[in-house]
């Protein structure tokens, strides 16, 4: 299998460029295309395509079990179909970071948040990672399905704001907000833990628990998750960032309300 070509352009808003030789193929999430050169055939096939004992029944049973880990029940297969390089391009979902991340580098597999695959090569898996702690799937911000991707090559994940990798080994332990872990290799222990202090719970602003992964291996974090954003986003769009704006969105509330209503009562 020849690795795929890439590069990773932007710094907030990004999208990878893969360039792919003739024959070769990529895959990625059901309508994360940004752009595709002339000779590049683009198919839709069940879940990553990978195949099942039980036939279609089983492809469309992993293909619906794909859909708990976030991710589509269909994706986006690439083939260039020409005999010169021929380039596609994926843009990420969200602001943040895409990372590249070589699956043979971390024993054919990774633990990902739901939602972060993007795209890879094709032959890779997605399928169901469950919390087997009861006190990790409630408390440790990722519920108790998060995605295992399997195989090799390249795979592509989507971090929300900045990225921070960090290796660990053997003895090291780090303690993160259980919303800010994106991934980690299959080596590393995840589990939850109590902040200690009532004080620190209740007004702290970082929850009852936080979550602790210790090595060997490596994990990755983003600084915002996607969570924290939406918070502030419908706070700021509810109460506005300042009264004179707050008081400008309840006018034009106001107007469209009252447009509205005479729209509707309105005689022909």
Request: net charge positive; proline share 3%; with cysteine.
């Amino acid at each position: 299998m020849t690795q795929l070509n890439y590069t990773i352009t932007g710094n907030d808003l990004q999208y990878i460029k893969i360039t792919l030789e003739a024959g070769q193929v990529a895959i990625a999430e059901q309508g994360a295309m940004m752009y595709v050169d002339k000779h590049i055939v683009v198919d839709t096939i069940l879940g990553d395509g990978s195949p099942s004992k039980f036939g279609s029944l089983g492809r469309f049973w992993n293909a619906v079990k794909r859909s708990f880990t976030g991710e589509s029940m269909f994706s986006s297969v690439y083939k260039n179909t020409a005999n010169k390089p021929q380039t596609i391009a994926i843009a990420a979902p969200s602001p943040g970071e895409i990372v590249p991340i070589n699956l043979s580098e971390h024993g054919g597999m990774i633990i990902c948040q739901k939602g972060a695959y993007i795209a890879g090569e094709l032959g890779q898996r997605i399928q169901l990672a469950f919390q087997k702690r009861l006190r990790v799937g409630f408390f440790g911000g990722e519920g108790f399905i998060m995605q295992k991707i399997s195989g090799q090559g390249i795979v592509f994940i989507h971090a929300s704001g900045t990225l921070k990798e960090v290796a660990l080994t053997p003895d090291d332990e780090l303690k993160i907000d259980t919303g800010c872990l994106v991934g980690m290799s299959s080596t590393v222990r995840y589990d939850i833990k109590y902040t200690g202090k009532l004080k620190n719970s209740l007004f702290g602003g970082e929850g009852l628990f936080y979550a602790t992964v210790s090595g060997p291996g490596k994990v990755w974090i983003q600084s915002l998750p996607m969570n924290r954003l939406s918070k502030v986003l419908m706070s700021a769009a509810l109460t506005g960032s300042s009264s004179r704006s707050s008081w400008m969105g309840k006018f034009y509330l106001l107007a469209i309300i009252l447009f509205a209503i005479s729209t509707i009562y309105t005689k022909p």
